[in-house]
């Protein structure tokens, strides 16, 4: 195959369908962590690049329909194939809004059933049979657009091959780009209407590949009609989503997305008022009005309506108010408010002031400006102070102590900064997290944490707290550790000097008079309780051994709070350990999904292969050559991931890190395949020896040098922790963009082939980023990121045996 000459309206071309497909992507994972579980936004990642690797795979088998002299029409066919397949996902939702019914049966199954402000849900571990049909249309559906990208970007790549170092970096650099364009798009008209301003970049690649000057014609008609369906859709709300992880939501009284979440406000039902959870039963004072708030599919919180400061008894009377009443006047922080609750019951306790530091904006504004009227601006009192940022990143850069430092039920089971490719990460909750409250607090402050007592977290809270203070060598850790409950919710306390017999006796007052009891106190130690047991035997390690569930501290290599499998279970195939709740079906989900897009990819990519292409599998250097592009896709997964998550605390909000680590590692990789272009033909294989060398030992700095340099540059400003985090990139991202050119050119100068190997890099680049969240659940970040220099260093076999005259 003659590679022809690279014109500049095809980089355009290949810059917009890279652009609009990874805006797709992360658009895609948004509204999969709103209508579906957070897991889900994994498979989004999944989906794309599966849908790439099929159009590969399907190029290598019928070369024949594809001939080199039709790409730029056969790429401007894709385009369309793109942005109707859009229109169509689109339609999906107004389908939805105008038959909730059938939204509901396709849904329900992703529903909590233990919490219904809305349609009741169904409580079935496995998933029903009659579904399995809906729900592959729907997956084929969204899969689409990514078959439609991957086709152009594979016509294109194999008609251009002596330049593909150039258009690889005009792939990259759309990419990155699109990393930062969805940020807008997502905040300007939500992750629905977002579906339609990323079909506009497919119509500005369909117009960089027509021909004759009325090539923008249709496009622009089409983007016209586009423009009419957005206006009408943001008049008029035809497409919204009004479902939320299979939960029919009427009478929304206000819904917005941002770039990380969709946070709506609903009325609140009689049955949720009595709730109340944490309130004591002998309260009998009035009790306020409520508005219920959702942020994506899990984060509840309440809006109450301001009660006036004799009706604070309401707040005064819950047992996440405990700590603050062992104050005289303190002056405390909440992290995660939500609505206020926290913040409510702090000032009904004699608070002097309250410090609420909110990571989602939508969440202030809802309390601040949008029901300003119903809460009394409850953020813009004067002894109340709003923050807005991610909780660790702000406390580390104060100067400043408080008595007490509080943390509700603050919900991190959502996919952070839309596609982060994480599971269920959570900063706040980690050995490392529980130093920087303990710097923060006065000598006698107190940690407080709510969370439900039936819930196995509770019981992995008191063991960070004893593993955090026998780190700081306390003699005696139980004497600093308090948890009591009422029914259902449950406030662990950690104080930073032991509790004195007088606040024991205080807080045993409290507790008798509010109905409340006791679960762990420093002096009384005896009990066959799990959480008496903890204490006796956490030290050996016995209790941990026994208990069928991993309670062990989490750490920030290894922060998945609410991840409780041991390695084990998880890798016990298709099955659900005996104690298993309802919503562990989403991790299990996530392994079995592992196991089954292996599956679809030996069965879409290597059986097709081996069935109508056996010859060319016996072809000398196959083998090899497969071989170095699947650890190029492995291992790029490998280092993304692992990298996003060294960078999430630096960066303070989630959201920065997607944008700026991504966007950096692609546009510098865009860079880097640029500079592969640069080098003479015949060179390469002088050249990826040393570079791929270079690549592992730069991935492992990052990997074990990172993290003290970061923490030393926490208090910076974050403007200049953006651009150093860019900077501290540049070298890595420029070495990992030159491998695949210079591998394609090394190991396919006569074309042939080329679409194999791509695909098979699509396709370990699908279980990449699936196994990346698998290795960082069960082994932690460190391991994944020596893991994707593991497989790095594996691509230097082909290389080397190539030089040594074996391919």
């Not at 159009?55 to 290598?60: E, F, H, P, T």
């Not at 008209?189 to 990323?198: A, T, Y």
């Not at 959201?655 to 080098?679: D, E, M, P, T």
Request: aromatic share 12%.
């Amino acid at each position: 195959m003659v590679s022809a000459s690279l014109d500049r309206r095809t980089c355009y071309g290949m810059f917009a369908i890279s652009l609009a497909g990874l805006m797709y992507e992360l658009i895609l994972t948004r509204i999969f962590s709103v209508l579906m579980w957070y897991h889900f936004a994994s498979m989004a990642i999944s989906l794309a690049l599966f849908g790439f690797a099929v159009a590969a795979m399907l190029v290598q088998l019928r070369p024949g329909r594809f001939p080199a002299e039709r790409t730029g029409d056969i790429c401007r066919r894709c385009c369309w194939g793109f942005v109707l397949s859009l229109v169509l996902f689109f339609g999906v939702f107004v389908l939805f809004r105008y038959w909730p019914q059938f939204g509901f049966r396709v849904l329900s199954f992703f529903h909590q059933p233990f919490y219904q402000p809305f349609q009741q849900g169904f409580y079935n571990k496995g998933v029903p049979l009659s579904l399995l049909p809906v729900l592959a249309g729907l997956y084929l559906v969204t899969a689409l657009p990514f078959f439609f990208a991957g086709l152009a970007v594979t016509l294109l790549l194999r008609r251009h091959l002596r330049q593909i170092g150039r258009l690889y970096s005009w792939d990259l650099l759309g990419a990155g780009l699109g990393c930062l364009a969805v940020i807008g798009v997502l905040e300007l008209v939500g992750g629905v209407g977002g579906l339609l301003l990323v079909a506009q970049a497919g119509l500005a690649a369909a117009a960089c590949f027509g021909d004759g000057r009325r090539r923008w014609l249709r496009p622009l008609l089409a983007a016209l009609l586009l423009v009419a369906l957005l206006a009408g859709n943001l008049a008029f709300d035809f497409a919204g989503i009004r479902f939320v992880r299979g939960r029919y939501e009427p009478g929304l009284l206000w819904s917005a997305w941002n770039s990380f979440s969709r946070v709506a406000v609903y009325p609140s039902r009689g049955e949720e008022l009595r709730q109340a959870w944490g309130l004591s039963r002998t309260y009998r004072g009035p009790i306020p009005q409520q508005l219920g708030m959702v942020v994506d599919d899990t984060g509840y919180t309440t809006l109450y309506r301001w009660p006036g400061e004799e009706g604070l008894g309401y707040f005064r009377d819950n047992v996440i108010a405990l700590a603050w009443r062992l104050k005289e006047a303190p002056v405390g922080l909440v992290i995660g408010p939500g609505g206020g609750k926290d913040v409510l019951a702090a000032l009904a306790s004699g608070a002097q002031r309250v410090t609420a530091l909110e990571i989602n904006p939508l969440v202030a504004e809802a309390v601040n400006e949008r029901f300003a009227a119903f809460t009394g601006a409850l953020y813009r009192r004067p002894d109340v102070e709003l923050a807005v940022d991610e909780g660790r990143s702000w406390i580390r850069r104060q100067n400043r102590r408080w008595d007490v430092i509080q943390a509700s039920a603050v919900f991190g089971r959502m996919a952070p900064s839309a596609g982060a490719f994480t599971l269920s990460e959570n900063n706040l909750y980690t050995l490392e997290a529980f130093r920087d409250y303990w710097e923060h607090l006065r000598p006698n402050g107190i940690l407080s944490i709510s969370r439900f007592i039936f819930e196995r977290e509770t019981l992995r809270l008191v063991s960070l707290g004893l593993a955090f203070l026998e780190r700081q060598g306390v003699a005696d850790p139980a004497s600093h550790i308090v948890v009591i409950k009422e029914r259902g919710l449950a406030n662990f306390m950690l104080k930073k000097s032991p509790f004195t017999p007088d606040e024991l006796a205080r807080l045993r007052t409290m507790t008798a008079r509010l109905a409340f009891q006791e679960v762990l106190m420093p002096d009384r130690r005896q009990g066959s309780d799990p959480f008496h047991r903890l204490v006796a035997g956490y030290a050996s390690g016995t209790f941990y051994d026994e208990f069928p569930f991993d309670v062990t501290p989490t750490t920030d290599d290894r922060p998945f709070f609410y991840y409780m499998y041991k390695p084990a279970d998880f890798l016990t195939l298709f099955t659900f350990p005996a104690q298993s709740r309802f919503e562990d079906r989403a991790v299990l989900i996530l392994r079995n999904l592992l196991l089954v897009v292996g599956a679809l990819t030996f069965v879409c990519l290597i059986l097709p292969l081996l069935l109508f292409r056996r010859c060319e599998l016996g072809r000398a250097g196959s083998g090899w050559r497969l071989l170095y592009f699947a650890c190029l896709g492995l291992g790029f997964m490998l280092l993304e991931i692992g990298l996003l998550r060294r960078f999430i605390l630096f960066l303070g909000q989630p959201i920065y890190a997607l944008a700026v680590i991504l966007f950096s590692l692609l546009v510098f990789s865009g860079l880097g395949s640029l500079l592969a272009g640069k080098i003479a033909a015949g060179r390469e294989g002088r050249w990826l020896p040393p570079l791929l060398l270079v690549l592992v030992l730069l991935s492992q700095f990052c990997n074990y040098g990172l993290p003290p340099l970061l923490d030393a540059l926490l208090d910076q400003p974050l403007a200049l922790r953006c651009l150093l985090a860019a900077g501290l990139l540049a070298p890595l991202g420029l070495l990992l963009g030159m491998p695949l050119p210079l591998g394609m050119r090394l190991l396919h100068p006569d074309g042939r082939d080329l679409a194999w190997s791509w695909g098979v890099n699509g396709a370990t680049g699908v279980l990449g980023s699936l196994l990346a969240v698998v290795v960082a659940m069960n082994w932690g970040y460190t391991l994944t990121l020596l893991a994707g220099g593991l497989v790095y260093l594996l691509a230097l076999s082909p290389v080397l045996r190539l030089r040594s005259g074996g391919l």
